[in-house]
Structures are given as structure tokens and as C-alpha cells.
């Protein structure tokens, strides 16, 4: 089945928010088959909001509809649509009952924005919020089905998990939608599509590959549908082992994972501990790790290693060496990964040093040029990365192949 997204706002056009909203609806439908064919943003406008409802139900026969719903002069939607739909706004006295107590327990005065959100269409199907007090609406002609919910994410979220999808659920017969995403590093987009390019063109006719890449890395994503998900999921995983035997080196998970997060599994599993000494990245490295709970059973800490005086004051770091090779080089951040390791007392440290950009560079080391090592009790493991001239991306990539140097070491 299909379906399609509006989502209804001035802040979005004017990039004030992210629509955030329509990725997380997009993911949870697929999940019960049904699948987004467009997402629209459009402005708080009576016109817009008509046009766009009008177009929609021309190509699909359910919609999903959220913003505009709050208790303010530009908050248009709920009386756009009951006049679209014909109906009526009356008071719905439980709603408003709800409301008030809500006020209350916050100690926020009524008043008429507020009194006016518990108006609702008269032959509208309203569903329970209970995370707010804009209600959500599912109106209905013509065998066409559109469903206003509220733009505050958490609101939207708990109406669709706990009314609507079981709703959909009930009242939709849906084929089975099915996603394997396949993580890979290391190699880009048009180098892996070439590699690939053999196995891609005898994949059966049912399956769709997808290429979404990001600095450091690619996301392949294989998707298909039919009635049988059992049979969906073992063609699927057939064609995946296909895929390791190509790219086994670079394949860091089969799920849709980040980096940070297969090698924290690692870290754990094994009972070892890490931290960083970062330049170039800025302790990015770091932020990566300790943006998940619980990384402090692991995660031991990090030192931000900007200047050469604190490489050679806290890394212990040979002067001559940052005098004859430079900061960006095997040799210092060797000596970074060791220093690290020890003032950390950990079992494995990352360093990396390099010139991020947008300048900086020079003929031999050119903005792009990064060094990364991981140090454990036994060796050092280094590797250059030459990449781009666009600062941000480098050190994303830089911290991902970093990151990917470790879970190697853990593995072997």
C-alpha cells in the first residue's frame, strides 16, 4: 500500500527545524507495509494546505498530516480541514476538561487559544493524545483517508505507536516490506559500485540495491516485498553472503549500525578499555564514544592534543621528531597513540593527527592528509588517509577510519 506525507509549517521552509518528523513515520509505515511514495513541506496557508491535501489524494488514497495544530493564529490546519471535509468545530467537553487540568497542574492561565484546542470537527474520528493537548484527527470520504497529527515529535510519536499503527494494522491488508542494510567502510560510492557492479546485475528482479553513502562511509541497503517475509528475509540473506565474499574486509555490520557502536559491542565483549589523543579531530573520537549510555565502562577518557606543546607535555611526544617530521606524521602520532595509552592506562588508545582544512596545507602534506594509529600493548597500527579539502568531512572520516582501525585490532 501507499502513502504519502504532508508536512505543514513556515520553520521547516525556512530551515528554522528539520523535518524529523517524516523520517521516523517513513521508517515505522515500511515496517507494516505501507511504503511513502512523496513527503511534502509546505507553509501555514489555507491554499497550500488545500492544494496539497487535493494532489495527494489524487495519487494515493491515505495521508499523513502533521502541524498546525498548536494554540496560535498561525495554527490553521484543524479548520482548513473541517471545512475542507464539510464538518463543523464544536467543544468536545472531555477534551476540554483534559486541557484545563493540564493548565492547571502547570499553573499556565486559560485562555482562548487554549479553549479554541479543544474544538474539534463534528464528523471527524478523533484519536487520543495523551502526550499533549492538540487531538489528532482521521477524516474520511470517498474511501480516502486523511490523518492530521500534531508536529511536536514526541506527540506524533506516541499517537502513531500506540493508536494509529494498530489501527492501519487492523484495517489494511499489507504485503511484507523488507530491509537488510549492509555498513561498509572504506571505499567509495562509485569504487564499490564498480566492484559490485557483477553481483548487482544478477540480483533478481524483486530486490532493490541502494546506495546512501556519508563521509567514511556507505550504506547499502537491499529491499523487496511480497506476501511471504520468511521467504523475503532468506532470499535477502542469500544475496548478503554473496556480498561479504566480495567486500569482506570493509563489511563492518550487517545491521543498520554506526561505527562507534560496532566497535563499543567489541569493547565490551572483550573487557577492554579505550581512550584518544586527538588533534586534527578535535576529540570528535570522543564524542562519538560517549554518545552512548553506558560508555563509561569502557571509554576511559581523552586528550585533546591541539598544540605541540601539549603532545610533548602530555604525550610525551620527541621534540626532535615534531622538528624533523612534523605534527602530521607516522612518527608523532605513534608516539601520540603510545603516550595516550599510558597517561590513559588503557588497553587501547586511537591518535590522529592532520591538516582538516579548508587550509593549512602544503605541497607535501596537502589539506586532506591525516595520520591515525591505534596503540595496544603489544603494537601500533598506522595508516594516511588522503581526503578532502572540506574540514567537517574530514574529520568525520578520519574518526571512522580510526574507529575502524580498532574494531580490526579487536578482531585479530
Known amino acids: 500500500m501507499q502513502a504519502e506525507i504532508i508536512t505543514i509549517g513556515d520553520e521547516i521552509l525556512i530551515g528554522q527545524i528539520v523535518d524529523t518528523n517524516s523520517a521516523w513515520m517513513a521508517k515505522e509505515l515500511n515496517k507494516i507495509g505501507i511504503s511513502i511514495t512523496k513527503i511534502s513541506s509546505i507553509s501555514d496557508q489555507q491554499s497550500e494546505i488545500v492544494a496539497a491535501l487535493n494532489n495527494a489524494q489524487e495519487r494515493v488514497s491515505l495521508v499523513f ?6 494554540p496560535t493564529n498561525d495554527d490553521i490546519t484543524k479548520k482548513t480541514l473541517s471545512d475542507y471535509y464539510g464538518m ?7 477534551l476540554f476538561e483534559k486541557i484545563k487540568l493540564r493548565l492547571e497542574k502547570y499553573r499556565i492561565p486559560m485562555n482562548r487559544f487554549n479553549r479554541e484546542q479543544a474544538l474539534i470537527p463534528d464528523k471527524a474520528k478523533i484519536i487520543p493524545n495523551n502526550f499533549g493537548t492538540a487531538p489528532c484527527m482521521w477524516f474520511e470520504r470517498d474511501g480516502k483517508v486523511a490523518i492530521s497529527m500534531p508536529g511536536v515529535p514526541f ?3 506516541g499517537i502513531m505507536e500506540n493508536e494509529i499503527i494498530p489501527e492501519l494494522r487492523e484495517r489494511y491488508h499489507t504485503s511484507s516490506i523488507f530491509h537488510k542494510t549492509i555498513m561498509v567502510q572504506g571505499i567509495g560510492e562509485s569504487v564499490l559500485a564498480e566492484m559490485l557492479s557483477e553481483w548487482e546485475a544478477n540480483l533478481p528482479q524483486s530486490i532493490k540495491l541502494a546506495y546512501l553513502p556519508s563521509p567514511g562511509q556507505v550504506r547499502l541497503r537491499l529491499s523487496t516485498n511480497g506476501v511471504n517475509k520468511q521467504i523475503l528475509k532468506m532470499e ?14 570493509n563489511i563492518f ?13 567489541l ?16 576529540g570528535y573520537i570522543a564524542h562519538l564514544f560517549t554518545s552512548h549510555a553506558g560508555s563509561s565502562t569502557y571509554f576511559k577518557g581523552s586528550i585533546v592534543s591541539y598544540s605541540n606543546e601539549v603532545k610533548q607535555n602530555l604525550l610525551k611526544v620527541k621534540e626532535s621528531d615534531l622538528i624533523t617530521h612534523g605534527a602530521v606524521s607516522k612518527q608523532v602520532v605513534e608516539q601520540m ?17 592532520g591538516i582538516a582544512g579548508p587550509d593549512g596545507g602544503t605541497e607535501d602534506k596537502p589539506v586532506g ?19 578532502y579539502k572540506i574540514r567537517e568531512r574530514n574529520i568525520r572520516a578520519a574518526s571512522l577510519k580510526a574507529l575502524n582501525l580498532l574494531r580490526i585490532q579487536l578482531l585479530n
Open 88 to 94: 463543523s468545530l464544536i467543544q468536545d467537553d472531555e
Open 253 to 265: 555490520s550487517l545491521e543498520d549500525l554506526p561505527m562507534e557502536s560496532v566497535v563499543s559491542e
Open 155 to 157: 506527540e506524533m510519536k
Open 236 to 249: 535477502i540473506e542469500r544475496q548478503v553472503a554473496a556480498l561479504q565474499e566480495i567486500v569482506p574486509k
Open 337 to 353: 597513540a603510545i603516550g595516550a595509552r599510558k597517561t590513559l592506562n588503557v588497553d587501547y588508545a586511537i591518535a590522529t593527527s
Open 369 to 387: 592528509t591525516v595520520w591515525i594509529a591505534v596503540a595496544s600493548e603489544t603494537d601500533v597500527i598506522t595508516e594516511k588517509l588522503e581526503l
Open 267 to 282: 569493547l565490551i565483549k572483550k573487557g577492554c578499555s579505550v581512550g584518544t589523543a586527538e588533534s586534527c579531530t578535535g
Open 65 to 70: 498530516i502533521t502541524g498546525g495544530l498548536g
